[in-house]
């Protein structure tokens, strides 16, 4: 997580509070403009959007109930932003970001194209500062189509989640000086931009962190640069590392700090002891404090092997559900409170760990899996669907790349899936995955980025698999693999007619199993699929589908599979991974309850 302090949000932007860290974040949030359907030249400044609806971010193009859940929300929207900036703001460096939009944004500011980004789940920027005015109205327009595209994933239509639409995740701008320390998308360096923290050497007595941050120099003539990197308790009560350097930087040019600080002693992070630090970032001229940026990070160690994953050269059991980002009424547009919560319910239900099926989630997901001790598998979107055509191809591998630069710091992130979920990709695509990974998060000792994919288990690190798909004999065949059991406990108990799909009221739909009797079939199946898996000699880490109901991709009604409805109740099926829990863990420490009693 990477935190700053924030202006107060709104039409008009201030720049209240640059001069204590050098930055300001301003929250674009609120007072937007919103419009169904396609209008002419509405990225215009001119456009009337005065009888346009008046949202705030994040926003779903319509309301999600059990009546309209399974229409896919397919169509052109456009979204308009009016704002003034303060003129002392003027020849400071000013990036717009946009953490998720719904699937193909342009974005205009003042009329002048920004650019194009093609992929609902990733974050992107632009470098706004030639095109903002300071001496009167701006106007920001966005046009969103959420219709499937063949040329950028997920590209299909139907797929077994929802085409939420919408401007869904936070919208904010930073204000810098010229001398500034980079954003990691909108700066496109390999392995590199922004604050990237590995740990190449952990252990309980000492452990090195890493901090590669790069700097860029706009302002005209060569700076010298001091960029000074602290590691911060938890409490903030005390500096545990420190590194200092000075670097001249030439104008127009970017420069890679790369410091190594040692922690004694180190509070190490784990799905039990989610043990977190800030590390600040200071880049300071002749003294003065000319940007910050803080990031929350978690020390740790990650190595899979055949009988599961290692935290800290501990075998921890990963006990796991997937999870689609979509909640009752508001589609995917989901508060970060509202996800810190929900993390927070699941993480007591018994969950360590969680598959982010199938794409990867808001920013706000990562920080409160760190937060709380839940272990990520963070995939690449897509399902059923790959297209070898290298408009899609090339696509997925800049979202690939933008996920990992923008989630590597987060100490929740044990493995990454850069693979097309049940999609017949072709060997050639996943080795350049896999080696993109790898080049984007080099290994250095115990810091490394480990793939998985469903296919072609002899090129990712981990296979991933499923009962309907023969995990166990892809297990068999690679012997000394570490496997995922990607999803269970769902399809392998009936396909469409699973006797695990059930709602908490009986005869709630026609043709759904439900009340007390279904739920404790859905128990017996998830029981029996849990001990098998259990059983295995490689059993490391399992995730069962799916956490909650949710829209499915082909029927009229929701996919009742989760162990809780849509609206978050739970089912029995919470309750039996509850009961599954050490009796001896006690996480009240990290704001949560534990133990086995429901």
């Known amino acids: 997580m990477t935190l700053s302090l924030f202006a107060l949000a709104g039409p008009s932007v201030s720049a209240a509070g640059t001069d204590d860290s050098g930055r300001t974040v301003i929250s674009f949030n609120n007072d937007w403009r919103f419009y169904s359907g396609d209008w002419p030249d509405a990225q215009t400044p001119e ?77 992107f920027a632009f470098d706004i500062s030639d095109q903002v005015k300071f001496d009167g109205e701006n106007v920001l327009a966005v046009r969103l189509d959420t219709r499937p595209n063949a040329s950028f994933a997920p590209g299909k239509n139907n797929p077994d989640f929802q085409y939420f639409g919408g401007l869904y995740r936070d919208v904010y701008v930073t204000v810098t000086g010229p001398v500034y320390i980079t954003n990691a998308i909108e700066s496109d360096t390999v392995a590199g931009g922004g604050v990237f923290l590995t740990s190449p050497v952990v252990s309980k007595e000492r452990a090195t962190v890493n901090a590669k941050t790069e700097v860029e120099n706009l302002s005209g003539s060569d700076a010298a640069v001091t960029l000074r990197t602290e590691i911060i308790d938890e409490d903030g009560a005390s500096v545990v590392a420190k590194a200092e350097d000075t670097q001249t930087v030439a104008n127009n040019e970017k420069y890679s700090f790369k410091q190594d600080l040692t922690v004694s002693n180190p509070r190490l992070w784990s799905t039990n002891t989610p043990e977190l630090y800030t590390v600040r970032t200071t880049l300071l001229m002749d003294g003065a404090v000319k940007d910050t940026v803080e990031t929350t990070y978690g020390i740790r160690k990650v190595e899979w092997k055949r009988d599961g994953c290692y935290i ?8 796991g559900v997937n999870l689609h980002s979509e909640s009752y009424m508001v589609g995917n547009a989901q508060s970060n409170d509202a996800i810190f919560a929900e993390i927070k319910r699941l993480r007591e239900y018994g969950f360590n760990f969680i598959r982010m099926s199938h794409y990867p989630h808001d920013p706000a997901f990562y920080e409160a899996c760190d937060r709380y001790g839940v272990a990520v ?124 799909r059930v709602t908490r009221e009986p005869q709630h739909y026609p043709d759904a199993k439900g009340g007390d009797e279904g739920m404790l079939v859905q128990c017996d199946n998830i029981q029996s699929s849990f001990a098998f898996n259990r059983g295995q000699s490689w059993y490391g880490a399992t995730a069962y589908w799916d956490y909650a109901d949710y829209a499915g991709f082909d029927e009229d009604k929701l996919t009742f599979c ?37």
């Open 377 to 500: 598998l963070d995939c690449l979107a897509g399902w059923q669907n790959f297209s070898n055509t290298d408009a899609f191809k090339n696509n997925t591998y800049e979202q690939m790349r933008d996920q990992i630069r923008v989630n590597r710091n987060h100490a929740c992130v044990v493995a990454w899936e850069p693979s097309l979920n049940e999609s017949d990709f072709n060997a050639a695509w996943a080795q350049n995955m896999h080696n993109l990974v790898k080049e984007e998060y080099p290994e250095v000792g115990d810091s490394k980025a480990y793939t998985s994919g469903w296919k072609f288990w002899d090129v990712f690190d981990i296979g991933v698999g499923t009962p309907q798909a023969n995990v166990v004999g892809d297990a068999s065949k690679y012997s000394k693999k570490p496997v995922i059991v990607s999803e269970y406990g769902d399809w392998n108990f009936g396909g469409f007619d699973s006797t695990t």
């Open 562 to 598: 989760g162990v809780v409805d849509v609206a978050r109740i739970p089912k029995f099926g919470a309750y039996f991974f509850q009961s599954q829990t050490d009796p001896k863990l006690d996480l009240s420490e990290y704001g949560l309850e534990s133990g086995p009693m429901v």
């Open 47 to 123: 456009t009337d959007d005065s009888q346009w609806l008046y949202v705030n971010a994040p926003h779903s193009t319509i309301q999600y109930t059990p009546e309209n859940y399974f229409h896919e929300d397919l169509g052109i929207y456009w979204y308009r932003r009016h704002f003034t900036m303060d003129p002392s703001m003027e020849g400071q460096e000013i990036i717009l970001t946009f953490e998720g939009a719904m699937q193909e944004a342009t974005v205009w500011l003042n009329g002048e194209k920004l650019g194009v980004h093609q992929g609902g789940y990733t974050e």
């Open 312 to 319: 800290n050269d501990e075998r921890v059991e990963l006990v």
